[in-house]
């Protein structure tokens, strides 16, 4: 793909957009594994000052999609097939570890939240679903599929902050393969063509409840190990 794709962005919310715009060329093969880069060029190529830049490269380091190779020299992260899959596998286990520490260590009005935003996202999604129902496949339904999305990763999230170890914290954000933005855009990216399979990952999340509310340890651990393992692959194979 041309380069060209690194057009002059708006100018709202730069560090965002150039965090979402590298994000999107490394993807699509704009910017290639193991090519050198800089604050400047890039910032040049986006029409654009470094500073929203240097933010947005600090990012994509800790995501280890960027690495630096020295005090100002960077590449773009050349990672094998099989790092890739031992960079999901290790997320997958760390997600599990806290989904069986939430089910031993939630508060009750932990788990009070956690059933709530699920109710609200059960809601949406049958508005969704009605919507459809109603007018067919075409249906304009993307920004509430969007906001499905964003709850459930947010459900994620509060599941992870039941644990109330912000050691492990740490460490799972370090082994993320997917920023929530990417896994966001990828997400939605696949979704019409694999609507049965998300639904079914979609009632994962109950089951998952089910077991944080029934502080069945073993149950949450094997039921998040399933649901994130399928999730990664598919995005990674996408």
Request: aromatic content about 2%; proline content about 3%.
């Amino acid at each position: 793909m041309s380069t060209d794709a690194l057009g002059p962005m708006e100018t709202m919310s730069l560090a965002d957009q150039a965090y979402r715009r590298l994000r999107d060329a490394i993807r699509e093969g704009a910017l290639r594994p193991g090519e050198k880069i800089t604050e400047r060029d890039l910032a040049s190529r986006l029409g654009v000052s470094p500073t929203p830049v240097r933010e947005a490269l600090r990012q994509l380091v800790h995501e280890k999609v960027v690495e630096r190779v020295g005090p100002r020299a960077l590449r773009i992260a050349d990672h094998s097939s099989a790092a890739r899959s031992e960079i999901v596998e290790a997320e997958v286990r760390l997600s599990a570890l806290m989904a069986r520490l939430a089910a031993r260590n939630a508060s009750a009005e932990q788990l009070t939240d956690l059933v709530s935003l699920l109710a609200r996202t059960d809601r949406m999604v049958v508005g969704i679903e009605e919507t459809v129902a109603e007018q067919g496949p075409e249906a304009d339904v993307a920004d509430r599929l969007t906001a499905v999305f964003r709850n459930l990763r947010l459900f994620h999230h509060q599941v992870e902050a039941c644990v109330g170890n912000p050691v492990l914290t740490g460490l799972l954000g370090q082994a993320r393969a997917f920023s929530d933005e990417e896994r966001l855009d990828l997400t939605m990216r696949l979704a019409p063509e694999r609507a049965e399979t998300f639904r079914a990952r979609y009632r994962e999340h109950r089951q998952i409840l089910d077991a944080l509310l029934e502080r069945d340890e073993d149950r949450a651990e094997e039921l998040a190990a399933r649901h994130h393992r399928a999730a990664l692959v598919q995005l990674s194979s996408s």
